[in-house]
């Protein structure tokens, strides 16, 4: 009898407990459902996004021809939104893994120049147009503005598999290049000169001639072992406009196999510097010649060179051999005539050599 009794009892126990099993197992399922609800709710859509950018970019199955194919969004960021004209600029974007890779342009501004800068130097590129830089999440822009203070620029960034014929996914970001040289008043142009004052009727004090400077002798020049030059776009000259010749230093480096490589100066040893003439003005340019003041007191005179129309870039490249100085401040001049803005046509260097 009593065995009876305690059998009831211990099943009557064992049914409690899996009754209260289940039912903390169903709370648990109920628990985990709520969350990954609230979960959701509370996740950027941002997230699902690059989720469905990654699916798509990463898909082998895609054509290759683009016909059916969407393109996805890239988020293209830069590391400032004002920079300083000359100053070099990365930008970014998120990437996917897959076999392909990036292209970069950017729209054309009126007096914008963009370069490519990498190990090897600047890789001038054309506005509009799709340059390869390869399977990367970054660059580096060199972005240089000559005519307005403040200039809006608009670039993207686009991906393509391998073998496809459009984008997969492209991106468009913009930016502000800023010219502290630019002042917000309008130029006096050549043919508009200032009214002169003509309040003041006191005759002007007569002049004492000056005693002409001695003629200095020309330093005869050394050969460059090497002078490189390219060119920029080329728009159309207006023959009503202005020519303005424009100097800038790139680089000083060394000059191997007939190829410029940036690098530091050192002691005694060949070196070359690199800078661009480029016409900022809206007609093409005279001929036009250039000085460089080289390590060790010589002074390398250029030949005449072919006219720049407007946009047009030179970038030359002059080699010399070593000097024992432990710095240099290189000048280079540009030489023509007419010329809207001279302050532009020179600039000067210091450079230091390593031992």
């Known amino acids: 009898m009593n065995n009876d009794t305690s059998e009831k009892k211990e099943a009557k126990k064992n049914s409690i407990l899996k009754i209260l099993a289940i039912t903390g197992f169903i709370g648990i399922i109920i628990l985990i459902a709520w969350a990954s ?14 989720a469905s950018l990654a699916e798509s970019v990463n898909d082998t199955n895609n054509t290759t021809d683009g016909e059916d194919q969407e393109i996805d969004t890239l988020v293209v960021t830069s590391a400032t939104l004002l920079a300083n004209t000359k100053d070099p600029v990365t930008i970014n974007w998120n990437t996917a893994r897959a076999n392909g890779s990036y292209v970069f342009s950017y729209d054309c501004a009126d007096g914008v120049a963009i370069d490519l800068v990498s190990e090897t130097g600047l890789q001038s590129i054309r506005c509009g147009s799709n340059y390869n830089i390869g399977n990367v999440d970054s660059t580096t822009l060199a972005i240089d503005s ?6 809006d620029i608009t670039y993207s960034v686009s991906f393509l598999g391998t073998n496809d014929t459009r ?36 005759p002007a004090e007569p002049q004492t001639p000056t005693t002409p400077a001695e003629p200095t002798t020309p330093i005869t020049p050394p050969a460059p ?4 030059e390219y060119v920029y776009a080329i728009p159309t000259s207006n023959p009503n406009g ?14 191997t196999n007939n190829r410029f490589i940036p690098s530091a100066l050192a002691e005694n040893e060949a070196g070359a510097i690199q800078f661009e003439v480029k016409n900022l003005g809206t007609k093409t340019s005279k001929n036009w010649s250039f000085t460089v003041g080289l390590p060790g007191g010589e002074t390398y005179r250029s030949e005449t060179q072919s006219a720049l129309k407007p946009n047009e870039r030179a970038v030359l490249t002059v080699g010399f051999s070593g000097a024992d100085v432990s ?19 020179d600039f000067s260097q210091r450079v230091a050599f390593v031992d």
């Not at 072992?225 to 490189?228: A, T």
């Open 225 to 228: 072992e090497y002078i490189q």
């Open 167 to 202: 984008p997969r996914a492209t991106g468009n970001a913009q930016l502000t290049v800023f010219n502290s040289d630019i002042s917000n008043e309008m130029a006096v142009t050549d043919d508009e000169q200032p009214p002169e004052d003509v309040s003041d009727d006191t």
């Open 327 to 345: 710095s240099h401040t290189f000048t280079v001049e540009v030489n023509t005539t007419p010329d809207r803005d001279r302050s532009n046509n």
């Open 37 to 50: 609800i609230q979960l959701v709710s509370v996740v950027p859509s941002a997230f699902s996004s690059l």
């Open 146 to 151: 000559e005519k307005n203070r403040y200039t």
């Open 242 to 255: 202005n020519t303005d010749l424009a100097a800038r230093y790139l680089f000083v480096g060394e000059i």
